[in-house]
C-alpha cells in the first residue's frame, strides 16, 4: 500500500499508521476535518482538535483502524516524501491537562446551563450567530452600494466583508462555527475572494496551527520571503534592508492578499505540490484540482473584470477593482501579523506543544470590546491557538482561567494593551528581521 491519490484515507498519529477510509462517513466532524490527516502526520491536528474527548474513545477508535506493521512498513508521509523536516512535540503535559480540565469544566457547565451538548456548547451561542446576522445584513448591504458604484462604499463594503469574513469564515474553518459539520465545510466557500479553503486549510490549520513559528513547517514565515523577511530561518538579503520602513510595511499590507494569498500562493502550491514550501499539498483527484483552479480564475476574474462591464469611466473601473481589495488586505495584515511575528514570540519556541502555543503567540486589547470586533476575536490569539475548535464568541470568559494557569504553571503569557501597542511590537521584529546579524545555521537559501 502506498499513500499516493486516490488510495485509503491513511495517517500518521504519535508514530503509529492509522487507515480512516471506514471512519470517513462516521467521523463526527466531518470528511474535510478527516481530509486534512490525508497522508500526513497528524499528531498535532488529532490533538489539537480532540481536546474535550476522552483519551479512552480516542484510543479506542484508533486501535480499530490501526495498520499492522507489515503494511506500514512502507508507508512515507508527504512531509518525508518532500523532504519536509520533522518537529516532534511532547504531549505529557501536566500543563496541558490542566488546560483541558478547566476549560471543559468550564464547557461542561455551560452545556447545562444551556441545555445542550458539550461540543455545542463550544461553538458560536444564539447571541452570536444573533451578531453574525447583524454583520451579515450590513455586508449584503454595502455589497448592493458597491455594485451600484457609490464612492462611499470603497471602505464600507471591504470593512464589512472584512467583519463578516473574519467572524465566520476563520471558526468555520476550524469546525469551531456549528456542531454540524456541513455548516463549517460550506461557510469558507461564500467568501472565497479572500483565500481558497483549499489553500487556507493547508496555510492555516495544517501548517500555522500545528507548527506556529517552526522554520520550515509554519508557512506564514514565508509569504514572498525574498523580500520580506520575518523569521532567521530565512537566508538574509540586501533587499530584507527595505522592511524598515513603515511605508514599506502598509505598501505590503495592502498587497499581500492579493499578491499572495488569495493568487500566488494558491498557483504556487498547485504547481509545486507544497504550500510555501512548508505544507505538502493534499493530494486530491484530477476533477477535484479542476474544480479547484476554476473557481480560482473565476473569482479573481470576477473580481477584477465586473466594473469594465459596469462602468464607463477606465478610472472608475480601476478603482472599483482595486481598492476594496487593498483596504481588506490592510485589515486582514493589521489583525493577523501583529500576533505572532513581535521579538517577544517570534523566535520562542517548547518542546511541550501547548506551551510552544502559549510562547509563540500574544494577545492583545483583551479588555476591550473594540479590539474584539474590529478583529473578530483574532486578539486572543494564545487560547484561540490552544483551542482551536472553540468558537471565537467564548474567549473572552476564558481568558482569565488561561492566564491564571499560565501563571501557575510558570509559563509566560503575554499581552498588550491595545493595536497601537501589537503594531509597534510588529514593527520592531520587522526591523530586527532587517538585520544581517539576525542569522541562523539552517536558513532557508533565497538564490
Ligand atoms: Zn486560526
Known sequence: MTNSAGDKMVTK?????????????????????????????????????????PRGTLDAILRRYELDESSARNLKTLEEQHGIPDHPFNWKSDFGDALKFHVKEYFQAEAKRRNVSLVAATKATPERWFEIAMLGAIFV????????????????????????????????????????????????YLYPFFSS????????????????????????????????????????KQAHKLQRSYIFQTT??????????????????????????SVPMKQVSRKRMFCHLLGRVLVVGLIHTWPFFVFNSWIRCIIFA??????????FMMNTQINHLTPETAHESHEDWYKHQVVTAHDFGVNSRFCFLLSGGLNFQVIHHLFPTVNHCHLVKLQ????????????????????????????????????????????????
Open 322 to 331: 482595486k481598492v476594496p481589495v487593498m483596504v481588506y488586505s490592510f485589515l
Open 400 to 447: 482569565p482561567i488561561i492566564s491564571r494557569l499560565c501563571e501557575k504553571h510558570d509559563v509566560e503569557y503575554k499581552q498588550v494593551v491595545g493595536y497601537i501597542a501589537a503594531i509597534k511590537a510588529h514593527h520592531r521584529h520587522t526591523v530586527d528581521m532587517s538585520s544581517s546579524s539576525q542569522g541562523s545555521e539552517k536558513p532557508i537559501s533565497t538564490s
Open 197 to 236: 479553503p483549499f489553500a487556507w486549510y493547508h496555510q492555516h490549520n495544517i501548517g500555522h496551527h500545528s507548527y506556529t513559528n517552526v522554520g520550515h513547517r509554519d508557512p506564514d514565515l514565508v509569504h514572498y520571503f525574498w523580500f520580506k523577511r520575518e523569521h532567521k530561518s530565512v537566508e538574509w
Open 13 to 53: 498519529i504519535h508514530d503509529k499508521w492509522y487507515d480512516l477510509t471506514e471512519f470517513e462517513k462516521l467521523h463526527p466532524g466531518g470528511p474535510v476535518a478527516l481530509g486534512l490527516a490525508y497522508g500526513r502526520d497528524a499528531t498535532v491536528m488529532f490533538e489539537s482538535h480532540h481536546p474535550f474527548t
Open 141 to 188: 448591504s454595502t455589497l448592493v452600494s458597491f455594485v451600484c458604484g457609490e464612492w462611499s462604499s470603497l471602505l464600507t463594503f471591504p470593512v464589512s466583508a472584512w467583519l463578516f469574513s473574519v467572524n465566520t469564515f476563520h471558526d468555520a474553518a476550524h469546525f469551531a462555527l456549528h456542531r454540524n459539520w456541513r455548516i463549517n465545510s460550506i461557510v469558507p
Open 252 to 277: 505590503w499590507w495592502v498587497m499581500a492578499v492579493e499578491a499572495a494569498i488569495a493568487t500566488m500562493n494558491d498557483l504556487w502550491m498547485v504547481v509545486y505540490g507544497v504550500y510555501n514550501d
